[in-house]
């Protein structure tokens, strides 16, 4: 990965936790043993492990995949955030996660603006 893809990413995922963190009303920050070691990008949503990714060419169902890896080694329920250029922030969710009495078998994608998914993750919370 070069220098300037570090850098987008890194832009990226400040970006979009910092709009996490007003639209959940607490501080979400990053992952920094994630560049190193792998894993989710924050691990700061109780029970979530998010993943961040900011590109033109949409790759989700891989994306989805490293998500899913990543949140069951932290033990959480994976969620995905991406964005294009010019577009807003998007997020993919497995409804089996959300509702799992209607949705039992893990799967069940969907996809959904940042601020549903904030409200889907709000409501999560204990």
């Known amino acids: ?3 300037s893809q570090r850098s987008k990413g890194a832009a990226a995922e400040r970006e979009l936790f910092r709009l996490l963190g007003e639209q959940l009303g607490f501080a979400v920050v990053r992952n920094h ?28 169902g891989a994306w989805w995949n490293q998500a899913q890896r990543q949140a069951e080694q932290a033990g959480r329920k994976p969620v995905l955030f991406y964005r294009q250029s010019r ?6 969710l497995d409804l089996h996660h959300i509702a799992p009495d209607t949705f039992t078998m893990p799967g069940s994608l969907c996809e959904m603006a940042l601020s549903d998914a904030c409200t889907v993750i709000r409501e999560s919370l204990p």
């Not at 070691?37 to 998010?50: K, N, P, R, T, Y």
């Not at 577009?87 to 993919?92: F, L, S």
């Open 33 to 60: 043993a994630a560049r190193w070691e792998g894993g989710c990008d924050s691990l700061s949503v109780q029970g979530w492990a998010i993943e961040c990714k900011r590109c033109e060419a949409l790759s989700l």
């Open 87 to 92: 577009k807003p922030w998007r997020a993919v």
């Open 1 to 3: 990965m070069s220098a």
